[in-house]
Nanobody
Framework: QVQLVESGGGLVQPGGSLRLSCAAS????????MGWYRQAPGKERELVARSTTTRMTIYGDSVKGRFTISRDNAKNMVYLQMKSLKPEEAAVYCC?????????WGKGTLVTVSS
C-alpha cells in the first residue's frame, strides 16, 4: 500500500525559506517520478517540481531559481527546498508518486506565507 506523508509546512514570512519533506512507503521509490504540487483555496492544483527516475528535474515557471527538489532513494524521501517565498505561494503542498502513469498523492502540508 502506497503511503506518502509530507512534513515541514508552517508559517513563514515573505522572503523566507522552508524545507518540505515527503516520506514514501509501500513503494518502489527508485522507479518513480516524485513530485511536489500545490493547491491554494479556490485555485487549481499546479506543478511545483518533479524529479524523474534519472533525476531530471522539472519546475513550474513561477518557482524556477527559488525552489529545489531533491530525492534520497535509499531513504525513500523527497524534499522541496523553498526560498524567497511569496504570499501568493501559500497553499497545501502535496507529494506525488508516479510509476508508469499510476499516481498516488499524499494529504499535503500547509504552507502559510504571511507577515
Amino acid at each position: 500500500q502506497v503511503q506518502l506523508v509530507e512534513s515541514g509546512g508552517g508559517l513563514v514570512q515573505p522572503g523566507g525559506s522552508l524545507r518540505l519533506s515527503c516520506a514514501a512507503s509501500g513503494v518502489i521509490f527508485s522507479l518513480a517520478t516524485m513530485g511536489w504540487y500545490r493547491q491554494a483555496p479556490g485555485k487549481e492544483r499546479e506543478l511545483v517540481a518533479r524529479s524523474t527516475t534519472t533525476r531530471m528535474t522539472i519546475y513550474g515557471d513561477s518557482v524556477k531559481g527559488r525552489f529545489t527538489i531533491s530525492r534520497d532513494n535509499a531513504k525513500n524521501m523527497v524534499y522541496l527546498q523553498m526560498k524567497s517565498l511569496k504570499p501568493e505561494e501559500a497553499a497545501v503542498y502535496c507529494c506525488s508518486y508516479d510509476v508508469r502513469g499510476s499516481v498516488y498523492w499524499g494529504k499535503g502540508t500547509l504552507v502559510t506565507v504571511s507577515s
